[in-house]
């Protein structure tokens, strides 16, 4: 038995005007404010709330002819309409193809690669085709075949044995690290050995055979049972919590699927209700997000078990489910308000880009795309499979080496070094000097200083100049092409290197 207190003191701003809702998500968030006394910021502006739909659900930043079309456009359910339009685009899959392949570990030295190739592409199929998160997860945990084959098989060639399969699978799809469990007690939750050798027993037949063409393949047989590492006895295989499996079932994988993904188990749903939350708000209602446990509670209960429920009655639908996030007034919030609430809710959290998207949109905004190797002209880092890609940009950004299933291993802190890479790296400056780029393009049209400006605010940052920025932009223009251009590159490198530019707000 664990008995968990929570203390909560109320602010002094009990009595805020309750804000419109628009779903259960905010009726619940601001059930949870209120009693906390912290008034919720007021709504973002439509290119703030443009510019963060876009990076969050595609990765990628609105071009300048987009941005100006939905500023203009006042059409009321627009921004409902954007988010429709968003989830039918293609970077939708590749994003989270990305994203997932973090996550499964999708690492070229280690597949080689034909499995890399092939797990990227069965991930950007499955979110292409919108496949049910129930149907995606069993397909990954009951995975075999071929690695380089059209299956999700090559998750098992990275994981050694049956104890790492354990908590790779217990950690994604549960959100339950169990790895303490494995020399002793779990030292805040009920966890002990025998439960984590329990689960390992689902995965003793899983095992790599070397095709006759030199591949290899995930097998999957009859499974034994493991010993207690300290009493030695055997420990029949169950679930976490659950009763013992039938010792004889042809692949005991399948039996641990049917446990997840029943409407009675208590982690799954809101695992992964809690990782799609996470993505789209900078930080999890349960922080680790891959950590959920009594002692670790969420800091809205209420709103997690209901976030649960959604994604079930949607049937794991996750388009459906992530329409319900972005359509809520809580996702639509502006970055002002309390700046010392980082975790509840009450603001929207501004927080950097991933090395990907920010490359991705260091080259839109230039005009000037990536050179990667083996690649065709105009590929986007977030459509990579190889994270190997010899790349200073990805590096120094964060770009994870993929070597666990934690998100946290992609890099979210700024650095020094980025800022400096930024400000003056030879490839940054030959990006935006470049005379093929958008410097140097508007710089050679007919447009007026005060256009030019406008046309690169919005490009980076899916907004209009203020008067002030407008102004200040426009008095560095000269007379003459060679002063236009220079002046049209100064004001694309000074909005480059801005914090606007490198967060999503």
């Known amino acids: 038995q664990v008995a968990v207190c929570r203390v909560t003191l109320p602010g002094s701003n009990s009595g805020f005007p309750r804000p419109p809702e628009v779903n259960f998500i905010d009726t619940l968030a601001w059930n949870k404010l209120s009693g906390l006394g912290l008034a919720p910021s007021g709504l973002a502006d439509d290119s703030t709330y443009m510019r963060r739909v876009y990076l969050d659900t595609i990765g990628t930043l609105p071009t300048a002819a987009e941005a100006r079309a939905f500023l203009l456009d006042k059409t009321p359910e627009k921004r409902a309409l954007l ?10 899959a590749d994003y989270r193809a990305l994203l997932w392949s973090d996550l499964l ?3 070229r030295d280690a597949l080689k690669a034909q499995g890399s190739v092939a797990m990227a592409r069965w991930l950007r199929h499955a979110f292409a085709t919108n496949m049910p998160y129930d149907a995606f997860a069993r397909a990954i945990i009951t995975a075999r075949g071929g690695i380089s084959g059209d299956s999700p098989a ?14 790779s699978v217990s950690q994604l799809f549960l959100g339950v690290r169990i790895e303490c469990a494995q020399c002793h007690h ?36 009859p499974a034994v049972d493991l010993k207690h590492p300290r009493t030695k006895v055997l420990v029949p295989a169950r679930p976490l919590g659950g009763a013992p499996v039938a010792a004889d079932l042809p692949d005991r994988r399948e039996a641990l699927a049917d446990w997840m993904l029943h409407p ?49 009655d949607v049937k794991y639908d996750l388009i459906a489910f992530t329409k319900s996030i972005v359509a809520s007034r809580l996702y639509q919030l502006a970055a002002a308000a309390d700046a010392g609430d980082e975790r509840n809710f009450s603001r929207s959290m501004p927080r950097t880009l991933p090395a990907e998207v920010l490359l991705d949109a260091v080259c839109q905004v ?34 994870p080496v993929r070597a666990t299933v934690c998100s946290c291993e992609r890099g979210a802190d700024p650095s020094i070094s980025q800022a400096l890479h930024l400000m003056n790296s030879p490839e940054i400056q030959a990006r935006i000097r470049s005379r093929k780029g958008v410097a140097a393009r508007l710089a050679a049209s007919s447009l007026p200083p005060d256009a030019i400006v406008d046309e690169l605010y919005l490009s980076c940052l899916a907004r209009f100049p203020t008067p002030m920025e407008r102004a200040a932009m426009v008095r560095i223009f000269g007379d003459g092409q060679e002063a236009r251009r220079s002046a049209a590159e100064d004001a694309l490198w000074a909005i ?10």
Request: hydrophobic share 40%; no cysteine; glycine share 8%.
């Open 83 to 92: 988010a429709d339009a968003l989830f039918r685009r293609p970077e939708y």
């Open 105 to 107: 570990r999708v690492d």
């Open 154 to 167: 090559s998750f098992y060639k990275v994981l050694d044995n049956p104890e790492s399969m354990t908590r």
């Open 186 to 221: 779990h030292p805040s939750e009920k966890w002990g050995q025998d439960d984590y050798v329990a689960l390992a027993g689902f995965f003793t037949g899983v095992g790599k055979k070397v095709l006759p063409d030199g591949s290899e393949a995930i097998v999957a047989g």
């Open 264 to 312: 009675s188990n208590p982690y799954f749903a809101r695992a992964a209700a809690n990782r799609i939350w996470a993505h789209y708000f900078g930080h999890g209602l349960v922080e680790p997000i891959d950590d959920l446990r009594a002692t670790n509670p969420a800091v809205n209960e209420e709103l997690l078990d209901a976030l649960a429920r959604h994604l079930r």
């Open 366 to 399: 230039t005009g000037v795309p990536e050179k990667f190797s083996g690649w065709p002209v105009g590929a986007r880092a977030i459509q990579l499979w190889d994270n190997r890609m010899p790349s200073y940009f990805l590096q120094v950004f964060g770009r």
């Open 496 to 505: 480059i290197n801005t914090r606007e530019f490198v967060y999503n707000h």
